[in-house]
């Protein structure tokens, strides 16, 4: 089933996050990216976007928007050909092109949903729209053959992920579970020196990953960072 599965990274703009919260002296610009699945019962949309928001947070992270309806059609698909909508999880610039996916399923964990809608989390409007028609999950789920939900928590507490299983491996969309491929890279570094009896202190480490690593993923793709990460050892 894997040849049908085909996947196609959308840029959907960019925003500036503040020194105060990188860690160091300087902003860091970075990217908002959305993926879009195709697969043999029809098109799944990862993320969708940046939405609207108040003068607030607009000031806090300046970001400058690509629609999703530009970036659908320079992939050659039209919004209403989306069948499934999967968010990782429901902050603005993950959900904002929900409102225009009235009518379709979106598949989130019921824990971020419940999460959103008592306020502080995200936009209402970003979430009870016209026409949104929510399915939640609790825990992991094969939504369809092949492409398989994994609950990955700590950005919030209802963050997952979307895991794609292809001819030549497994790939997981893992949206915000890490900002970067470099931090996912040092968690699963972690988490072989466990496995290998390594002495402690060692760093602590998301035990979702765990379930990750059973997949045998090839690629891994985040929501914020351009870089992929592949695993250091090749199969077998």
Not at 9 to 25: C, E, H, I, M, N
Not at 91 to 116: K, M, S, W
């Amino acid at each position: 089933m894997g040849k049908n599965t085909a996947v196609r990274r959308l840029d959907l703009g960019y925003f500036v996050r503040p020194a105060s919260q990188t860690g160091g002296p300087h902003p860091r610009v970075e990217p908002v990216l959305a993926y879009l699945v195709r697969h043999e019962r029809g098109l799944v949309l990862f993320d969708t976007g940046i939405g609207g928001a108040d003068s607030g947070t607009e000031a806090h992270y300046r970001p400058r928007r690509r629609a999703l309806r530009t970036a659908l059609s320079a992939a050659g698909v039209g919004v209403d050909e989306i069948a499934l909508v999967v968010n990782c999880h429901l902050h603005f610039d993950h959900c904002g092109g929900n409102p225009l996916l009235g009518g379709r399923p979106i598949l989130v964990q019921d824990v971020e949903l419940a999460t959103a809608r008592r306020g502080g989390h995200t936009f209402a409007e970003l979430v009870d729209f016209p026409g949104a028609v929510y399915e939640e999950l609790t825990g992991e789920a094969e939504i369809w053959p092949g492409l398989l939900i994994l609950p990955t928590p700590g950005h919030t507490a209802g963050h997952q992920s979307l895991a794609i299983r292809q001819d030549d491996g497994t790939v997981i969309l893992a949206g915000q579970a890490h900002d970067f491929a470099s931090g996912f890279a040092s968690d699963e570094l972690a988490r072989q020196a466990a496995l290998d009896g390594v002495e402690q202190p060692l760093p602590g480490y998301p035990r979702w990953l765990e379930r990750v690593a059973d997949l045998d993923p090839r690629r891994v793709l985040f929501a914020h960072d351009c870089s992929v990460w592949e695993p250091s050892r090749p199969p077998g």
